[in-house]
């Protein structure tokens, strides 16, 4: 198994309120990806990063932000989490270069906004 | 521009017989493709991957595909059905070897009927 660790695996967060999920990696892996699962839609992109404090959004990045201080963390926060981002978050990594093709994923955090 | 259509949100199958999941794309480039497998409250897992070898592509736990650029497809089998094939089967595709971002189709839901 790819060394990701996504925390926490699950939270209960009220409207509103501020929060923060981790994904740490050990592969030293230059790509890291946040994703949203949601039934009916597959995995959406929220934002992705290519290094240290490169990063940049993807198709449903809107109430969220990321940051990437160093190679193996990469923190997804929800700035004021509403019941549409209610969901599950997985975390993916992939190397670059030629013959590293796939990403890897965590695995997930469910998160539930009242 | 990359996209992927699964047809068949849910595909139910009897244990020993074929199954066939359907995957179509859309790239603007030489695409990379994926299935990807997931278990009930767990990550992705790489099945396998088309990355312009052999056009028919072996995974893990019997399945295959083939890679059909005339048809834009990149159709999941696998021969008998297990019942511990039962799980939700994603195909991505990716912007061949010069993409590191990925594009998720909306998922296949297998359930095997003993």
């Known amino acids: 198994d790819a060394g990701i660790t996504q925390s926490p695996r699950h939270k209960v967060t009220e409207t509103g309120t501020p929060v923060t999920l981790r994904c740490h990696q050990t592969e030293n892996h230059r790509y890291m990806y946040w994703y949203r699962q949601d039934p009916g839609h597959g995995l959406r992109l929220i934002h992705y990063s290519y290094g240290v404090k490169d990063t940049d959004k993807g198709e449903v990045s809107d109430g969220y932000s990321v940051s990437r201080s160093k190679t193996e963390d990469f923190l997804l926060t929800l700035e004021s989490a509403t019941s549409s981002q209610t969901s599950v978050y997985f975390c993916?990594?992939?190397?670059?270069?030629?013959?590293?093709?796939?990403?890897?994923f965590g695995q997930g955090t469910r998160l539930t906004v009242v | 521009a990359q996209s992927v259509t699964q047809l068949g949100s849910h595909v139910s199958v009897s244990e020993g017989a074929l199954v066939l999941l359907r995957c179509n794309y859309s790239s603007s480039v030489p695409p990379y493709l994926f299935w990807y497998v997931q278990y009930p409250n767990q990550g992705l897992q790489l099945l396998l991957k088309?990355?312009?070898?052999?056009?028919l592509v072996k995974g893990i736990n019997g399945f295959e595909a083939e890679f059909k650029k005339s048809e834009t497809s990149f159709h999941l089998t696998k021969p008998s059905a297990h019942m511990s094939d039962a799980a939700e089967y994603f195909c991505?595709?990716?912007?061949?070897?010069?993409?590191?971002?990925?594009?998720f189709g909306t998922g296949t839901s297998l359930t095997v009927i003993p």
């Open positions: 993916a990594i992939k190397e670059s270069g030629q013959g590293n093709t796939e990403a890897f």
């Open positions: 088309y990355t312009s070898a052999a056009t």
């Open positions: 991505a595709v990716s912007e061949g070897n010069t993409g590191n971002q990925f594009y």
